[in-house]
């Protein structure tokens, strides 16, 4: 079983590896074609502005639709054209060029509001901004029009890999969300290990939602925003489809596990919690086996010890279940329930990955596909929108401009060198919209400046010759470009190297380079520190926005979810929209008090109750959706079951519930917490511990919100 795990995990990373490594080449080769090409003919004067118009565009080149990342090509080749010409001329009158960099840094630092690729586009634009004043070109319109000609280039190049390869972007998103559920299910088998700290699992877990969840988006996103895919109209592309909306729902059967883990490791041993593990382990693994087939890297991919193993393990669980009464057996028969219900939409996906041609439609139900897709708002809509002081986006611009002006007076001023301009670039790499962000970027960015100076000099004194070098510069371009969306820090490291070892090619005073770039790289890193305390948006200050956002969707799915059992809404539509924004919502809350909990103000707040309270949505969530799951009730408990849900959403709905300032004893999650156990419900008409633990979730979470807000200060 361990052998065949890691022939699994090493055939995904060699394909992540391979995939990874083709789009990098691909950019690298689009950058340096038109520039070596330039130079071969003895122009080198127009290669670097091309050069540098292909390598700002493509930077906004990741997995989206064609639509989208077509418009934002568009639109950036004519604003390439007039940032340069703006610059360029105002770099002649001091006032002007001061003028220019605090409003083009403000604006379009406000990109942000709009989408990720859109925020990409805003810092591209600062970048471009900043590489104009290094170059301060003699004719501003030549420079101009070469750099569009360059974002031209690669957006030509762009435009014929996706017509050769058009559904590339939907597959591997396809692959990377199999993968993560794969991850995430191995990953809950943690829970189950009584050698790992109860606190520790979930947080593994609840990472691991993180992680799934923006695979998820970005799948959605994808597939559900091409209407060809949609609408099947393409050949190649019918079972994107399918296979997307199985993915989606089985990752609730993942999730569906109701239990009191605390009390379940108290109360089975542990050659008992070693089975159950290994049955999750081998329905993941079967899971990220399924990833690997549907993309080829191996057709046949299997091995006997797995298939032996998988039978056995199966086999043995059921046994063992078949022996044991009461509660242990309703344990065990529900956790076998739950992966027979995961393994029956497993067997669906494998039909649907081998069979050329029979798609099951029934798992295509009539949804509203348009509705799961966020509508594309207008930039300047959402800019007015944000123009206020209240608006963390617009503080974020502020914090901007005034960083980007500021280094240039200084490097003006005190005529920091020819380099100067690389104070201005790291604040535009690192600045970030919040304090944990821009910490983390300074760090990484700091780091890979270090090595990258190191790992330059070394090969420069070593390997000085012009062949190798023009070795060396293809694979530093290239590593950047595989590292940029992996480690920035590694990034960072390999265009260090790539521009010293440029610089020692052109014979340029190289120790004063080194000198300037990391001086400058801490100069900008620093003000970059002290720019996050103008106008500062703490994320302590917007918890209980965070937390009513989170409350409100856990209510709509939990009353979602009520609606569905009563069969009063046959609409899946409604119930999948409420899933999803519980999803997004959970794991938002989750990245924030993740900030909250490294930044500014942490002390202000209960950090403590507030993991318990992500712990406890989480659980709640598991607990819910195993109501249709089939898993840990009987059809005849429906009745109690429908009350519990129907009590959990008074709890949850209430803004002033008399449960609020009850204590609870949370020894059945693992934790000890003093308290007075007093049980306000009655417990009678519960006649299944499943509706019990509704309940009694619904109230704690009420009592840990209590507890946060009642800490924040």
């Given at each position: 079983?361990?052998f065949?795990?890691?022939k699994?995990?090493?055939?995904?990373?060699?394909y992540?590896f391979?995939?990874?490594?083709?789009?990098?080449?691909?950019?690298?080769?689009?950058?340096?074609?038109?520039v070596?090409?330039?130079?071969?003919?003895?122009i080198?004067?127009a290669a670097?502005?091309?050069?540098?118009?292909?390598?700002?565009a493509?930077?906004i080149?990741y997995?989206?639709v064609?639509?989208?990342?077509?418009?934002?090509?568009?639109?950036l080749?004519?604003?390439?054209?007039?940032?340069?010409?703006?610059?360029?001329?105002?770099?002649?009158?001091?006032?002007?060029?001061?003028?220019?960099?605090f409003?083009?840094?403000?604006?379009?630092?406000?990109?942000?509001v709009?989408?990720?690729?859109w925020?990409?586009?805003?810092s591209?634009?600062?970048?471009?901004m900043?590489?104009?004043?290094?170059?301060?070109?003699t004719?501003?319109?030549l420079?101009?029009?070469?750099?569009?000609?360059?974002?031209?280039w690669?957006y030509?190049?762009s435009?014929?890999?996706y017509?050769?390869?058009?559904?590339?972007?939907?597959?591997?998103?396809i692959?990377?969300?199999?993968i993560?559920?794969?991850?995430?299910?191995?990953?809950?088998?943690?829970?189950?290990?009584p050698?790992?700290?109860?606190?520790?699992?979930?947080?593994?877990v609840i990472?691991g939602?993180?992680?799934?969840?923006a695979k998820?988006?970005?799948?959605?996103?994808?597939?559900?925003?091409d209407?060809?895919?949609v609408?099947?109209?393409s050949?190649?592309?019918?079972?994107?489809l399918?296979?997307?909306i199985?993915?989606?729902d089985?990752?609730?059967?993942?999730r569906?596990?109701?239990?009191?883990?605390?009390?379940?490791?108290?109360?089975?041993?542990k050659?008992e919690?070693s089975l159950v593990?290994?049955y999750?382990?081998?329905?993941?693994l079967?899971l990220?086996k399924?990833?690997?087939?549907k993309?080829?890297?191996?057709?046949?991919?299997s091995?006997p010890?797995?298939?032996?193993?998988?039978?056995?393990?199966?086999?043995?669980?059921?046994?063992?279940?078949?022996?044991?009464?009461?509660s242990k057996?309703?344990?065990?028969?529900?956790?076998i329930?739950?992966?027979d219900?995961?393994?029956?939409?497993?067997?669906t996906?494998?039909?649907?990955?081998?069979?050329r041609?029979?798609?099951?439609?029934a798992?295509?139900?009539?949804l509203?596909?348009?509705k799961?897709?966020?509508?594309?708002?207008?930039?300047?809509?959402q800019i007015?929108?944000?123009?206020?002081?209240?608006?963390?986006?617009?503080?974020?611009?502020?914090?901007?401009?005034?960083?980007?002006?500021t280094?240039y007076s200084i490097?003006t001023?005190f005529s920091l060198?020819h380099?100067?301009?690389?104070?201005m670039?790291?604040?535009a790499?690192?600045?970030?919209?919040d304090?944990?962000?821009?910490q983390?970027?300074?760090?990484a960015?700091?780091?890979?400046?270090?090595?990258?100076?190191?790992?330059?000099?070394?090969?420069?004194?070593?390997?000085?010759n012009?062949?190798?070098n023009?070795?060396?510069?293809?694979?530093?371009?290239t590593g950047?470009?595989?590292f940029?969306q992996?480690s920035?820090?590694?990034?960072v490291a390999?265009i260090?190297t790539?521009?010293i070892?440029?610089?020692?090619m052109g014979?340029?005073?190289?120790?004063m380079?080194?000198?300037?770039?990391?001086?400058?790289t801490?100069?900008?890193?620093?003000?970059?520190?002290?720019?996050c305390f103008?106008?500062?948006?703490?994320?302590?200050?917007?918890?209980?926005?965070?937390?009513?956002?989170?409350?409100?969707?856990?209510l709509?799915?939990?009353?979602?979810?009520?609606?569905?059992?009563?069969?009063?809404?046959?609409?899946?539509?409604?119930?999948?929209?409420s899933?999803?924004w519980?999803?997004?919502n959970?794991?938002?809350?989750?990245?924030a008090?993740?900030r909250i909990?490294?930044g500014?103000?942490?002390?202000?707040?209960?950090?403590?109750?507030i993991?318990?309270f992500?712990?406890?949505?989480?659980?709640?969530?598991?607990?819910?959706s195993s109501?249709?799951?089939?898993s840990?009730y009987?059809?005849?408990s429906?009745?109690?079951?429908?009350?519990?849900i129907?009590?959990?959403?008074k709890v949850?709905?209430s803004?002033?519930?008399?449960?609020?300032d009850?204590?609870?004893n949370?020894?059945h999650?693992?934790?000890n917490?003093?308290r007075?156990?007093?049980?306000i419900y009655?417990?009678?008409?519960c006649?299944?511990?499943?509706?019990d633990y509704?309940?009694?979730?619904a109230?704690?979470?009420i009592?840990?919100?209590?507890?946060?807000?009642k800490?924040?200060?």
């Open positions: 079983m361990q065949y795990k890691k699994l995990f090493a055939s995904y990373n060699y992540s391979l995939w990874r490594v083709t789009d990098a080449i691909r950019i690298t080769l689009s950058i340096v074609f038109p070596a090409l330039l130079y071969a003919y003895g080198p004067s670097m502005p091309i050069g540098i118009g292909s390598l700002l493509s930077l080149d997995s989206d064609w639509k989208e990342k077509a418009k934002v090509f568009r639109i080749t004519v604003l390439f054209f007039l940032i340069c010409l703006m610059v360029s001329e105002a770099l002649l009158y001091p006032i002007s060029i001061v003028t220019i960099i409003l083009f840094s403000f604006g379009f630092s406000f990109f942000h709009h989408s990720k690729r925020a990409i586009a805003g591209v634009c600062i970048v471009l900043v590489f104009a004043i290094a170059f301060r070109p004719n501003p319109v420079f101009s029009a070469l750099v569009t000609v360059g974002s031209l690669y030509l190049l435009f014929i890999f017509r050769l390869w058009p559904f590339r972007s939907a597959n591997q998103a692959i990377e969300c199999m993560e559920m794969g991850k995430f299910m191995y990953c809950r088998k943690k829970l189950y290990d050698d790992i700290p109860l606190e520790n699992a979930f947080r593994l990472s939602h993180e992680t799934v969840n998820q988006e970005m799948l959605r996103s994808l597939i559900l925003s209407k060809v895919i609408n099947q109209q050949k190649s592309s019918k079972k994107l399918p296979i997307s199985i993915l989606i089985l990752y609730e059967q993942i569906a596990m109701p239990l009191d883990y605390g009390a379940l490791r108290r109360n089975l041993r050659d919690l593990r290994n999750i382990q081998i329905t993941a079967r990220i399924l990833a690997i087939t993309f080829k890297m191996d057709a046949n991919f091995h010890v797995f298939q032996t193993n998988s039978a056995i393990i199966s086999q043995q669980t059921r046994q063992h279940a078949s022996k044991q009464i009461g057996k309703e344990i065990f028969e529900g956790i329930k739950n992966i219900n995961i393994s029956a939409q497993l067997e996906l494998q039909r649907l990955i081998y069979d041609d029979g798609i099951p439609i798992v295509i139900e009539p509203k596909f348009a799961f897709v966020e509508p594309p708002n207008r930039l300047t809509g007015r929108k944000h123009f206020t002081l209240n608006s963390d986006t617009f503080r974020f611009s502020l914090r901007m401009a005034v960083a980007m002006t280094a490097s001023i060198g380099y100067s301009y690389w104070i670039l790291t604040i790499l690192v600045l970030r919209p304090f944990v962000s821009t983390r970027r300074s760090s960015r700091l780091t890979g400046t270090f090595t990258g100076v190191i790992v330059g000099i070394l090969l420069t004194l070593v390997f000085n012009f062949s190798f023009i070795c060396a510069l293809c694979v530093c371009l950047y470009f595989y940029l992996i920035y820090a590694t990034s390999f260090t790539f521009v070892i440029a610089l020692s014979k340029s005073n190289q120790p380079f080194v000198t300037e770039r990391i001086c400058d801490l100069l900008g890193c620093g003000l970059s520190f002290l720019a103008i106008f500062p948006a703490w994320e302590v200050n917007s918890l209980n926005k965070n937390l009513n956002e989170l409350i409100k969707a856990n709509g799915f939990v009353e979602s979810k009520l609606d569905k059992l009563k069969f009063r809404t046959p609409d899946f539509t409604h119930y999948k929209l899933r999803r519980f999803y997004i959970s794991a938002q809350f989750t990245e008090a993740n909990s490294h500014p103000g942490k002390n202000r707040v209960n950090l403590p109750a993991e318990r992500v712990i406890l949505n989480y659980l709640l969530y598991a607990a819910i109501m249709d799951a089939g840990f009987n059809e005849g429906y009745d109690s079951i429908i009350f519990a129907e009590n959990a959403v949850l709905r803004e002033s519930s008399p449960f609020k009850f204590q609870r949370f020894t999650y693992g934790y917490v003093p007075t156990d007093t049980m009655n417990s009678q008409t006649k299944t511990w499943h509706s509704i309940q009694r979730l109230f704690d979470i009592f840990q919100l209590n507890s946060i807000t800490n924040k200060g």
